[in-house]
């Protein structure tokens, strides 16, 4: 089977050689040009951040001089570590990975006018050179954003995952009402409840778990046990009794006692026993 022709293969050899004494300037200049058209990026004024930017754009353009004329894939796994980095930089801020698409699709531009006007101080440039450096050049960054978007989906399992980790942990403290107040309350404080006054505990079948934690999010834990859920309310206009009462209207739910964290586990046993045997 033959091997597909890379778009970056059909690129003169003349180009590389053209563009390579002029990257210093040109990582400048690009990583300039791409922030200030970047208005979420123009807006940051950290000295890393701007360190990272010119990074990622002295990568790229330096991988893509070095792939002209060849048929290697795009992105080895140094040059693709860089581009899951940033994109996993822009989850942990809790930016979208817009504005970084945005600024890879402005650097595509510059990368072609500076390929194109590299090439052009050498010889005249003919229309199908011109046809053939655009397409390498959509396709090489391409794969730089695929590699951002790899990275910006794994930073935001990793955290969602250690979200739902801080979540049971303070679950599993507030169900067994021995912990430390200061412990107690460091893991409420790590998952976004500053306060922990009132607990209420809501027993329901566990076909409702899965429903229970999208209807409360941020509100309230669930904890899955053998034959039941658990779902803790923190106190707050939504744990109110006739909100509760018509929210969980008709879903098997028995809610316990609004009690302090530490006694807890008694207000769960109450509704266990208004719900009687299993």
């Known amino acids: 089977m033959t091997a597909p022709v890379m778009p970056w293969q059909r690129l003169p050899a003349d180009l ?3 563009m390579r004494p002029h990257l210093p300037a040109t ?7 791409v922030t200030e058209a970047t208005p979420a990026f123009a807006a940051i004024s950290d000295a890393k951040f701007a360190r990272d930017v010119r990074t990622a754009v002295q990568v790229a353009f330096e991988r893509f001089v070095d792939l002209v004329g060849t048929a290697e894939p795009a992105l080895p796994p140094r040059v693709r570590d860089v581009f899951v980095a940033l994109g996993a930089g822009e989850a942990r801020e809790d930016r979208g990975p817009e504005a970084l698409l945005a600024a890879q699709r402005t650097a595509a531009r510059l990368m072609l006018r500076t390929a194109s ?5 050498l010889r005249p ?3 199908a050179e011109l046809i053939d450096l655009s397409d390498a050049i959509t396709a090489y960054v391409d794969e730089l954003a695929a590699a951002s978007t790899d990275g910006y989906a794994l930073q935001l399992r990793e ?4 979200g739902d980790r ?9 169900l067994r009402g021995d912990g430390l107040p200061a412990a107690v309350e460091a893991a409420a404080a790590r998952i976004g409840w500053p306060r922990l006054d009132e607990v209420t505990p809501v027993l ?13 999010g941020a509100d309230g834990l669930v ?3 053998a034959r039941d859920a658990v779902l803790l309310l923190r106190a707050g206009p939504r744990c109110a009794r006739p909100q509760l009462a018509e929210a969980l209207a008709g879903r098997g739910a028995v809610v316990g006692p609004a009690l302090g964290w530490a006694q807890l586990p008694a207000a769960v046993r109450l509704a266990e026993l208004t719900a009687g045997p299993a």
Request: net charge positive; aromatic share 4%.
């Open 204 to 216: 329901l079948p566990l076909e409702q778990a899965r429903d229970a934690r999208f209807r409360y």
């Open 27 to 33: 990582v400048g200049a690009v990583a300039a040009a």
């Open 166 to 174: 801080r979540r049971r942990q303070l679950a599993e403290l507030l």
């Open 125 to 127: 440039v003919d229309t």
């Open 223 to 225: 904890v899955e046990r």
């Open 16 to 18: 590389a050689a053209a």
């Open 159 to 162: 955290q969602a995952g250690e």
């Open 117 to 121: 006007e590299s090439l052009a101080r």
